[in-house]
């Protein structure tokens, strides 16, 4: 028996190196397209836009549209027109009843019902103290939704597949970050071989 569980061991040990490399392969593509995606927010700063108000406009109401003056507001109202005020008002009332029914507990921010019905004002960290703090969650949360491919209206296609957006310094940076699993390998049978039995 023992023969055969000593048999195994190296089929073992090599399935294993080769779930880890695929792992170390998968880890090195996720952090490319990561910085790849990264690059292109970083070349396209219009992307963070008004527009963008419609991809979470319960988020972009308390964090940014609070904090507008009235003249910031007409303002804005001049550049949507009616029907772009219009869509804005209506999903937002949809994505605030919806919030209210399906309580998501990954969002930012959440609703809740009072006794008597009424939306109950949000958790005090939940609420930025300023509109820069307002704009600066809203682009940070934006952001992560980008970074993970959430924005279902974008083609990622054309920014995951094109080298032109590689940060090779970040890529450097990231692979030096992490472990080698071969380097911990050697450094566990140095150990285990300089025990003294």
Known sequence: MAKES????????SNELILSA??????????RTKNRR???LETNPDYFSGDLELADPLLYDRLVRRFQ?????????RRKGYSGILEADILR??????????VDPNVAITYKRGPDGQIVAEDKDEVPQSKEEGLEMWRKQMEWRF???????F???SVDNNEAYDDHTAEERDEEEKVSPSNTLLELSADVNSIVL
């Open 6 to 13: 000593s048999k195994h061991e190296p089929e073992t040990l």
């Open 22 to 31: 695929e792992k170390r392969f998968q880890s090195a593509a996720f952090i």
């Open 38 to 40: 990264m690059k292109w």
């Open 69 to 77: 003056s009235a003249a910031e507001r007409e303002a804005e109202g």
């Open 93 to 102: 009332g949809e994505a605030k009843l919806d919030a209210l029914q399906h």
């Open 147 to 153: 970074l993970k491919g959430g924005d279902t209206d």
């Open 155 to 157: 083609d990622y296609s």
